[in-house]
């Protein structure tokens, strides 16, 4: 069964300190993995897809990578306004649907 | 273009009503996914659906929850005797035809008293 976990579940930086977030996935043929951010009371923001092993991707001080069993969201100097959840997800070959992960919380104090 | 349109914005339902929630897709798409997310859980897959026709309802619980999207207007998700376990935001979500990644709306918090 397909499945998709997100490390840490919680993570708080201060303003200008890069760090990573996780996902590691299970899925029988990988046809897409995305990132989403998520404010509270709203719907997820798209942010990334990534299709294949090696390929990356960056908007403004976000940058994803994806390697055969995890990908991982870098947040280079993060600014307070970069504090959401973000939410991984993956969609298999010859599914429609996406399976998410529980996501990781992400605080940045100024 | 105004987005992935849904409606109410928050429904509060005394147990055993029914509550119908709306989704418009963005224009152009012709793909509309639903997912439930629980307090503190992720996003659970409930059922795609293209105009008049349910392609996968695999995620769905086989009682009480039904979805339509008619060939005209938007796309319904229902839920019959609502009981306090449905409380959950709701989640539409629409892609064009062959495009793989979604466009998520703001969501229809449900709240069960």
């Known amino acids: 069964e397909d499945q998709v976990t997100q490390s840490p579940e919680a993570l708080r930086l201060q303003e200008g300190e890069s760090s990573s977030l996780n996902c590691s996935y299970t899925?029988?043929?990988?046809?897409?993995l995305f990132w989403y951010r998520q404010d509270p009371g709203k719907g997820p923001e798209f942010l990334f897809t990534?299709?294949?092993a090696g390929e990356e991707k960056e908007k403004e001080r976000l940058k994803a990578t994806l390697t055969k069993k995890e990908s991982f969201l870098h947040i280079t100097a993060p600014k307070p306004e970069d504090s959401a959840t973000y939410l991984c997800?993956?969609?298999?070959?010859?599914?429609?649907?996406?399976?998410f992960g529980a996501g990781t919380r992400l605080t940045v104090k100024p | 273009n105004a987005g992935v349109m849904q409606n109410p914005r928050h429904l509060v339902r005394r147990r055993g009503q029914e509550a119908r929630l709306r989704c418009s897709p963005m224009?152009?798409?012709?793909?509309v996914y639903w997912y439930r997310q629980l307090p503190e859980e992720g996003l659970k897959f409930m059922v795609y659906?293209?105009?008049?026709?349910?392609?996968?309802e695999s995620g769905m619980p086989k009682e009480r929850f039904s979805a339509e999207f008619p060939k005209e207007g938007p796309s319904i998700l229902r839920i019959q005797q609502v009981v306090r376990g449905d409380s959950a935001a709701y989640f539409c979500?629409?892609?064009?035809?062959?495009?793989?990644?979604?466009?998520f709306g703001s969501g229809t918090r449900l709240t069960v008293v």
């Open positions: 990534l299709y294949s």
């Open positions: 224009k152009g798409h012709s793909h």
């Open positions: 899925v029988s043929g990988l046809r897409g």
């Open positions: 659906l293209q105009k008049e026709n349910i392609i996968d």
């Open positions: 997800a993956v969609q298999a070959e010859g599914n429609n649907d996406m399976r």
């Open positions: 979500a629409s892609s064009p035809q062959g495009y793989y990644g979604y466009t």
